[in-house]
């Protein structure tokens, strides 16, 4: 595909259970962010990758989230034991190199009931 | 402490030119300024960057003075469908070393018939 991809679209999901929301970026794009957007709020960085490896995991905001990234290629964002104020919108974005344009996913949206 | 300032929501009527202000006082020298644009439901889009001086593309033009402690993104002739929130970015570097792209609140521009 042209562009960044994610799935899945929409995830809802029981208090307590696991997920993992997946982000292909346009291929060739070595850096990789992952942002949370709570409903009419602004974007909340997470974790950014520069090829495989992430130089900066402070902005997740537990033990709970992890991610990885393989191939320089595909990454997963993994929520464990999810939590109500877990529910957003989780957007992925990839860019040729840092300082250059990012291009952004349409997000999967998270509802955990 | 905030990277960027913007103002929270701006209102303007179609076919005016909208000017959005950041301020960045404590903007690093190697710190490139960038404008991103989000239409509700969909993750944002960039629109333009500039280091110094003016740019202009197809879209927007970007005004940064020779201080740098601030940017103005310029939208000429505004339509119904620039109703967005609009972010300004700078770089900000990682405990890695990498630069990573925060995004703060954003301005919210509403345009009127």
């Known amino acids: 595909g042209a562009g960044v991809s994610q799935s899945p679209s929409n995830k809802v999901t029981e208090k307590g259970k696991d997920v993992e929301l997946r982000c292909d970026p346009i291929?060739?794009?070595?850096?990789l962010y992952w942002y949370r957007q709570r409903l009419g709020q602004g974007l909340e960085f997470l974790i950014y990758?520069?090829?495989?490896?992430?130089?900066?995991k402070s902005g997740l905001p537990s033990d709970r989230f992890s991610a990885e990234r393989t191939g320089e290629s595909v990454s997963t964002l993994t929520i464990q034991r999810t939590q109500q104020e877990d529910s957003a919108v989780y957007l992925c974005?990839?860019?040729?190199?840092?300082?250059?344009?990012?291009?952004f996913g349409q997000g999967t949206r998270l509802t955990v009931v | 402490l905030a990277k960027t300032t913007q103002p929270i929501s701006m209102d303007s009527y179609e076919g005016q030119e909208v000017n959005i202000t950041c301020s960045h006082n404590?903007?690093?020298?190697?710190?490139?300024i960038t404008w991103y644009q989000q239409f509700p439901s969909q993750g944002p889009r960039f629109i333009i960057q500039?280091?110094?001086t003016k740019v202009t593309n197809e879209v927007a033009s970007l005004f940064i003075p020779a201080d740098r402690k601030s940017s103005t993104l310029s939208l000429p002739r505004v339509s119904l469908s620039d109703t967005a929130v609009y972010y300004c970015?700078?770089?900000?570097?990682?405990?890695?070393?990498?630069?990573?792209?925060?995004f703060g609140a954003g301005t919210r521009l509403a345009v009127h018939p």
């Open positions: 974005a990839s860019s040729p190199w840092m300082n250059t344009e990012a291009f």
């Open positions: 291929s060739g794009h070595t850096a």
């Open positions: 990758f520069q090829g495989n490896s992430a130089p900066d």
């Open positions: 404590n903007i690093a020298t190697n710190d490139y």
């Open positions: 500039g280091y110094k």
């Open positions: 970015l700078v770089g900000e570097m990682s405990s890695g070393g990498y630069n990573k792209l925060i």
